[in-house]
């Protein structure tokens, strides 16, 4: 029996899709699981301003993690007025006194490869010396300076227990280890 040449044509279409469907299907079964799996990342921060701090967390390609230290600085947390001009951005105790904060955001991409690709925003505070502020009214209050320093990095990291060390514009020292 023969077909016609549109049957023939349209069946090996057919036969064509489903054998790159299934190949598509095949390679993503070749995929080893592990580039899933969240990974384990610990951040190292090192800063004579800021303070010191270290943790580790698990992230999955495409989360978002934010890493948060409070710290009280070396002579104490600094009072802060609640008239001061930025009393509500700066990082405060129960007291509402000024202390030290880092916050870290990590965002990584782990490639087939097995290499995550990081951008890591960096955003601390710490209180440095005071100064006096003159309201409207004319009255004076003392606040303390916020010393504030903002940074966005990009990387690459392998994620088979490699460390990175970053060194920001401030002097602060970063280190970021991925280990799965």
Known sequence: MKYPITKVVKVSCMLAIFALMGTGRLALAQMPKSLDAPIHYTVKVVSKLYGNAQETRQIASGEVDDFTWKTVPPAGAVPIDRQCPHWENVPRDSEHAMLRQTK???????????VATIQLGFRAHAPQGTYIYKKKSGQKLRCPKDQVHHQIVRFTLPTNGASKTIKLTDGTILTVTATR
């Open 104 to 114: 870290i955001r990590l965002a990584p991409i782990v490639g087939q490869d097995g």
